[in-house]
Each structure stands twice: as C-alpha cells, then as structure tokens.
C-alpha cells in the first residue's frame, strides 16, 4: 500500500512541474492575436479570425463576447501582453473612454468602421406585418408617456396596440427584447425609442436647451438637463409589457414562433436567417432589409467599429494581417462572406478610406 | 372483546392502506422524474441526432497549374499560398454551366462549404503529382445545404420563405440524381475545433480543453483536498474554536454560486499572480476552488464513517497516528474519498458561470495543445453554439449536449467500478 501512495504522490508532483515548465514559455509570450467586445460584433469578427487563421496557417486569433464597454475597459487596462490588442464594439468608442485609454498609457488607437447592422423589430410570420413609427414605438414601451390631454407625463396607460394608433392590431402590447447589459438595446434605446421621444418637440427642446447651457459654461444645468431628456426617452417600462428576454436573439425568435401577438427585438443576421419563421416590422413606412440598411433609409441601424491598439502591432504577430483580412472586398465587400453573415457593408467610397487608414494604422484623435 | 379485535382490524387495515397510499406517492414521484428525464433526453437526441451526419457533394475537380496561379513554381509554400478558390469555383461552374446573375453566382459558389478550399490545397500538398489532372473530390456542403438534406427546410414553402430558391433546389436536385449528394458519417464534429461555419465545426476543440482543465483541477483539487479532509477528520484538536470556524466556512463555501469563485480568479489568479486569461491552467485553478470544499466534505464523511475498532486495533499493537491514518483509515475510506472526488469533478465539468469571468467563454478554432494555449470547454461551447443565428447550429448543440452527457455518465460508472474495486480489495 505505502508504496502505491509514494508512487501516487511522486507522479503528481512531477506531473505538476512538467505542466508548469511546458506552459512557462507561453505565459511570458503570445502567438494569438486577442480580441474582446462587442456580441454584435462577435458573429463577423469570428469568420474573419478563422478565415485568416486557415488562410496563414498562423494561430486564429481569440475572441471572446464581452460587450462593447465590457471590452473598452480592458482593452484600455494598458499596454503588455496581458491586455487584448483588438476590441470590437457596436457603437463610436466614447470620449470618457478614449480618455481612459489616454491615461493607461494606451495612446494610439486605430479606428476601423466595419459597416452597419440593423435591428428589426419581428413578429411571427403567422400574424399580419406591423406598421409601426417609431412614436408608436416609444408610445408602447416607454416608461412615462405625454398624456394626449395635458402633455405632462404620465406612468405608460397603453395596454393594447390599438389604445396608441387605432390602426393597429387590437393585441396585448407584448415585447421581448435584450436586457440592459446588451448593445443591442443601448441602440435599440437611441435609435428607436429616443428617436420617437424626440417627435415631441418640448423634449427636444430639453435637448437643446442642455446643449445650449454646455455652451454657455453651465455644466451642472447641461447635465441636468440632459439627464431630464434621458430619463423620458430611455426609460423602458417595468409592468410587463416589454419582457427581458436574455441576450440568447435565439430564444426571443423561438418564442416568436409559439406567441404570434408578441414582437421581439434582435439583430438582422437573425431575421435573416429566420426568415421562414418571423418578418420584421415596418418602421416609418420602411421595411427592413439588406438595401435598406444599406442606404441609411432604416431607421434604426447603426455602425459596428474595431479598435486596434497601434502599441502591439509588431510585438504580436499578425495584428496587420488579420487587418488586412477584414478590410479585404472578399470579406467586408458587397459580396463578400460578412454580407453572408447579416454585415451591411460600407459605401464603396467609404470602405476605401476606411481600408486605407486601417491598413496604414493612422491613429484617430478624439 | 369482539369489538376489540374488530378495533385492531381496522386500525390494521388503516396502516397497510396509509403504507399503501405511501408508497403510491414514491413511486409516481419517480415516475414524474423520469417522465421529465425522458422528455428532456428524447428532446435533445431527436435534435441532436442528425448532427452526427454531413452531406457530402462530389465534384469533378481540374486542378489546373495555371488557375492555381502556380508559375512553375511547386515549392511547399507556393503550394500553400495557391488560388485554390478559384480552381473550386471554376469546377463548379463547368459542372453548372450557363449560371448567370451576381446573385445566382454567389449561391452557386455556396453550394459547398468554404472549407473546400483548404481541403484542396491540403490534397494537393500531399500529392502535387494530381496537379493539371482532373480528380473526383467529396467536398462538405454548405450548412443550408446540409439542413435541407436533413429535412429542415420545407420546399412547399412560398420561395420568399426559404433559405434555399427555386434554382438552388434544381440544382440540388440534379446532384441528387446524378448520385454527387451524399451523407456520410460527422467525422469532422469529432476531429475539427470550433469554426463559424456549421458545417466545419467540431467539439475536439472543446473536448479537450474540458480534459486539460480537468487535468489540472483533479492534480490541485485531489491532493489538497485529501490532505485537508485527513488533518481535519484525523489529527485536528477536537473541540476547538478554530476548527470549528474552519469546518463551518467549508460547509458554507460548498454552498457559494459558482460565478463568485470566477470573480475571486480573475482578482486574485489574473489580477495578482498576471496568469493569462482564457487558458485552462487558470480554469483549472479556478474549478479546483470550487470543486475543493465538495471534496473535503465527502472525504471527511468518509473517514469518519470508517470503524473506530480499526484505528484502536492499529493503535494497540503499537502503530504510529499517522502509521494508523495511512494504512489503515485512508484504505478503507478510499472508496468514498473517490466517489466525493470523481462526483467533484463531473460537477466541475459542467461548470460554465466562473468560466466567463476568467474569458473562457470565448471563440477559439484552433485545438489546444497545452494547459497554456487558450481554450474553451465542452458546455461553453454549447453555449457559444446555441447562441448562433445559422439553423445548422441548433442540432450541433445538442449533438454536444449529447456527446457532454455520455462523458458524465462515464464519470459516473468511474466512480461505481472504483468503489467496486476498491471494496473487493479489503
């Protein structure tokens, strides 16, 4: 017996020190590129990574989905290899973060748009297509509503759809859609429902009237100000009618198909690949698709970014290559393998400026 | 006197009837779990079923020096830079021709899969005597193709509904019939790491990034555990106000949710010590904390369940505490100690929530190779995969549903033979 457990207690040990000098090599040094951010951004980063790992025969780089200000916060941690070297996000990097950035001693940051992703808002194919404005939108989701008599706010009275617009299906108002931690609904919020907010023109007004005491040096009137405007438009109801739904857009078109009253919100690249099951809605007399996106006239899409920190290039190998990947016609082109993958793509004009500065590493200043 | 045995025949037959009613409800309490069972695991094998297939298309391929764009040169690295997309592309359209459109083009080239390019140039490396000859190849279809092949796409559908168009179908059709479509069995979902496209994908990635983890969780976990459990059970002062704290803060570390374990890993293993994220090394350490007080709670169950006479026999004829403890406590209580650990480690092998703290949870293609290359594990990619728009993702994730269920049932079986083995041997 005593001889088994000397034996049991040697192989451990030494099995410990061949696994901790094998790895000692790859702790001080990295062959993979490392990305972060975006979920939004995840599905087109992914295929550009595997392409360009199959097409080198090089590491594929690592990505992992942590949100877009989840990936801003460690892609400015600093410098060194134990930070990432590329972070998507699905929305401009923001000035308090660039100013993070600035600070960690992570100064030079290449700014590459990659094109564009639309959300739809979709109901099952069982039911008729909704026509819907973007007021309505916000009329049936927000928290506090202009009440039709006085003006003045008040908690969200509308229940069923034809309650706001007579025009509308006599349904229950049922939306499942991302949770707060999603970019999906940080855009959801400003481009639909803020978008709607604003048709009212005493809330612009706070708006303006923020940016006008900015102007004149009033900083805590501005951001008072601001915060007003905010809490009215990007405030979602909390009685039921909007349903968090978790961030899997899987699940919300899954549940489209057994509920054809309720709507869901997700990305393009799921309508699209549902589009047996569940249609998108008409949004100010728009309907969602590929072209449509494409030219701006949809109002709620919005433009997907990396970032690439300049510090890195050269001390891991293959940052410029992957950039040169993901910047080529045959993956953000118009026919390229992002199309395949829900990406809008840029203007051709706008994509040879962006290839151009993404593969020279200009820095963007802020 | 009648009535009194009268009484007790009623009372009798009012206790076999409550035991009756008893044992009523144990048994339709196991009926209803195994009706939920049932359902969950007909669920997901229907689903995951066909993933263990691919279609296959056959296409005749001219591997052409000069669309290789090869200019005479045939060294292994012009080989491998080759345009051998084009090479595919040109084939398809010879066995398609008159295919004519942007849009049509684009649909003919994703009859196949992506991957055929690289398994061409793969081909071709091997033997470059097959360049400017004409081969026959099996290349894997595209994910839209496969879903339909299996039944996923209904054609009685209004052609808008579809994935696939009218003209696809033809085209299908026409492989069909000249015998070029074929499903085979999914060797790649066993050989191949994560890809985006479905049709590549694989769990080898996954497969073995569990095993590394768990590799390290068990060399960390096993031997800190037991020792912790044997000093606790075995030569801590009894009644002590320190072993008691010490006692109730395990209890209550086997009761903490496991994402807390992940945040103390990225603070005190990444944060502090600069390991790596995403490698298993840091998995490891992280589910070693988590698997630890599973360990010790069982293993200590399992030495005090062993008989006192053994310790005192040892004990009388003049063997050492730790003489006793080693060879004779710790033998007996072996079986137990192994069953705490191995159930330990099936439950760290599900284990995803600390996992995303530590990154993980994220897309990586290639296998890994050592405990320090980044991977992810087996329900992370489940995760990942049912988190994916393509329709093809939906039966490879319960296809690795299945595959992680089989593993934990051999975990399982591990833990009855070594008991088995274990108990025979005394």
């Known amino acids: 017996m005593i001889n088994n457990y000397k034996l049991a207690t040697t192989l451990t040990s030494a099995a410990i020190v061949v696994l901790s000098v094998s790895s000692y090599g790859a702790l001080v040094s990295r062959g993979h590129i490392d990305i972060v951010g975006s979920s939004t951004v995840y599905p087109f980063a992914t295929v550009v990574a595997e392409t360009y790992g199959k097409n080198t025969g090089s590491k594929t780089p690592k990505i992992e989905s942590t949100g877009s200000g989840g990936g801003m916060k460690l892609f400015c941690a600093g410098n060194g290899i134990a930070t990432p070297d590329i972070t998507n996000s699905s929305r401009r990097i923001k000035s308090s973060e660039y100013k993070k950035c600035q600070k960690n001693g992570v100064k030079d940051i290449v700014e590459v748009k990659i094109g564009f992703d639309g959300i739809a808002v979709a109901n099952s194919k069982k039911s008729p297509v909704f026509n819907l404005t973007r007021r309505e939108l916000f009329l049936a989701l927000a928290k506090q509503t202009p009440s039709l008599k006085t003006g003045e706010l008040v908690d969200n009275p509308y229940t069923k759809w034809s309650d706001i617009n007579a025009k509308l299906p006599n349904t229950k108002i049922e939306v499942l859609g991302p949770p707060p931690t999603s970019g999906t609904r940080d855009a959801f919020v400003e481009l639909a429902l803020q978008g709607g907010c604003f048709t009212y023109s005493w809330i612009k007004q706070i708006k303006k009237d923020s940016k006008i005491a900015k102007k004149a040096g009033n900083k805590s009137l501005a951001s008072q100000l601001k915060r007003k405007y905010k809490n009215i438009c990007h405030s979602i109801r909390e009685d039921g009618a909007y349903i968090e739904a978790g961030e899997n857009d899987n699940l919300i078109v899954e549940k489209l198909k057994t509920n054809p009253n309720a709507l869901g919100v997700f990305g393009y690249s799921f309508l699209d690949q549902n589009s047996d099951v569940v249609q998108g809605a008409i949004i100010d007399g728009v309907k969602i698709d590929f072209e449509a996106i494409a030219n701006g006239s949809y109002p709620i899409s919005r433009p997907l970014y990396f970032y690439v920190k300049k510090s890195h290039v050269g001390k891991v190998p293959g940052i410029k290559e992957f950039i040169a990947e993901f910047t080529s016609e045959d993956a953000w082109g118009e026919d390229g393998y992002l199309t395949d993958k829900g990406l809008i793509p840029l203007s051709d004009n706008e994509r040879q400026n962006m290839s151009y500065s993404a593969n020279n590493l200009v820095p963007f200043k802020m | ?426």
Request: no cysteine; charged share 20%; net charge positive.
């Open chain 2, 1 to 426: 006197m009648i009535s009194n045995t009268k009484k007790i025949k009623n009372k009798l037959a009012k206790r076999y009837a409550k035991e009756k009613r008893f044992q009523i409800y144990g048994l339709s309490a196991i009926a209803i779990s195994i009706a939920f069972l049932l359902s969950l695991l007909i669920n997901i094998s229907t689903t995951g079923f066909p993933a263990f297939q691919q279609t296959y298309i056959n296409i005749d391929v001219d591997i052409d020096s000069k669309l290789l764009n090869l200019d005479g040169k045939y060294s292994e690295k012009a080989l491998f830079s080759a345009n051998y997309r084009k090479v595919v592309n040109q084939s398809l359209k010879t066995l398609f021709p008159g295919v004519n459109g942007r849009k049509q083009k684009k649909a003919l080239r994703q009859l196949i899969s992506k991957s055929a390019r690289y398994q061409l140039r793969d081909f071709v490396i091997n033997n470059p005597d097959v360049i400017d000859t004409k081969q026959s190849l099996w290349f894997l279809a595209r994910d839209d193709v496969d879903v339909f092949m299996k039944g996923g796409i209904d054609r009685s559908l209004p052609e808008s509904d579809r994935r696939l168009k009218n003209f696809q179908l033809a085209w299908i059709d026409r492989l069909l019939a000249e015998n070029r479509l074929e499903k085979r069995f999914n060797i790649n979902f066993f050989t191949q790491g994560d890809s985006r496209e479905p049709e590549q994908a694989g769990i080898k990635g996954a497969m073995i990034g569990s095993f590394l983890t768990m590799l390290v969780t068990m060399f960390l976990s096993f031997p800190i555990g037991v020792s912790a459990a044997i000093y606790l059970e075995e030569f801590a002062p009894k009644n002590n106000r320190w072993v008691d704290i010490i006692e109730i803060n395990i209890n209550n570390l086997a009761a903490v949710p496991s994402i807390v374990f992940g945040l103390l890993g990225l603070a005190v293993f990444i944060g502090f010590f600069g390991i790596p994220r995403s490698i298993p090394l840091i998995g490891g350490l992280v589910l070693t904390l988590m698997t630890l007080p599973t360990i010790i709670i069982s293993s200590r169950a399992a030495l005090k369940a062993v008989s006192p006479s053994i310790r005192e026999a040892a004990l009388g004829l003049g063997a050492s505490r730790v003489q006793t403890t080693f060879h004779h406590v710790v033998p007996a209580a072996m079986p137990g100690i192994l069953t705490g650990t191995i159930i330990g480690m099936a439950q760290a092998l599900g284990e995803t929530a600390p996992l995303l703290m530590i990154g993980m949870v994220a897309f990586i293609a290639d296998v890994p190779q050592s405990i320090a290359d980044p991977s992810t594990v087996l329900p992370v990619q489940i995760y990942l995969w049912s988190d994916s728009p393509e329709r093809a993702f939906t039966e490879r994730t319960s296809a690795a549903i299945m595959v992680l269920l089989g593993l934990l049932i051999v975990m399982n079986l591990l833990a009855v033979i070594m008991r088995r083995k274990f108990e025979k041997k005394r």
